[in-house]
């Protein structure tokens, strides 16, 4: 069975800081994602990650996979207060091409970022 | 932007009582989804529903939900005989079947679920 791990779980940091938050997974996947969950609101798609040293960089966020090592990392750089949110890692434990059956969460990792 | 969207966005029920949650999906999207995150807590896959069948299903994923897509546009939840544990934030989803499609499923913006 999958498991999904993220870390660290919360996560308070000063603006202009830099940190990365983790996502490791048990088993062989070269398909994991990365959402923003707002309180109260939905799961707003971030990156997709489809092989092994992908990278991907939006805004102050980078987001990289490392699919031997079975890792993925959210970098934050220069953080400011718009960046609060929460984070989920996803993988999909399918190995089907052509969209996913299901994904498995990790716990997400709740992000302040104080002024 | 084409998006998926969900109602109701709040729904109050007494337990025991029967419950639909209705989805639109996005209208080129074949894979359909519901997921449910109780709060406070993670993401949980329930079910998949592709080309008029469910295809995947989890372990909550029990005989009190069925799925359906009664017509060309909306895919439903229904739960029977709703439990207090069943309160939660149930999340419809959709991704595009296609040659070198991501995978990438796109949320709904959730019915928040609270059985008295």
């Known amino acids: 069975e999958l498991k999904v791990e993220q870390n660290p779980l919360f996560l308070s940091m000063q603006e202009g800081k830099n940190y990365t938050i983790y996502c490791n997974y048990s088993t062989t996947s070269d398909r994991l994602y990365w959402y923003r969950q707002d309180p109260g609101k939905s799961l707003e798609s971030l990156f997709v990650?489809?092989?092994?040293?992908a990278v991907k960089q939006e805004g102050r966020l980078m987001a990289s996979l490392d699919t031997k090592a079975r890792l993925s990392t959210l970098h934050i750089t220069a953080a400011v207060h718009d960046l609060s949110a929460t984070y989920f890692c996803?993988?999909?434990?399918?190995?089907?091409?052509?969209?996913?059956?299901?994904?498995?969460f990790g716990k997400g990792t709740k992000l302040t970022v104080n002024p | 932007e084409p998006e998926v969207t969900q109602t109701p966005s709040h729904q109050v029920t007494q337990m025991g009582q029967e419950v639909i949650l209705r989805c639109v999906p996005i209208s080129n999207h074949l894979y359909f989804y519901w997921y449910r995150q109780i709060l406070g807590q993670k993401v949980e896959f329930l079910v998949s529903f592709y080309n008029n069948e469910i295809s995947e299903k989890s372990e909550i994923f029990d005989d009190q939900f069925s799925v359906e897509r009664p017509d060309g546009s909306n895919f439903t939840l229904k739960i029977r005989s709703t439990k207090l544990e069943d309160s939660a934030m149930y999340f419809c989803?959709?991704?595009?079947?296609?040659?070198?499609?991501?995978?990438?499923?796109?949320f709904g913006e959730g019915s928040r679920l609270t059985v008295l």
């Open positions: 990650l489809l092989s092994n040293g």
């Open positions: 996803a993988v999909d434990p399918s190995s089907n091409q052509g969209g996913s059956e299901k994904l498995v």
């Open positions: 989803a959709s991704s595009e079947l296609a040659g070198g499609d991501t995978g990438e499923l796109f």
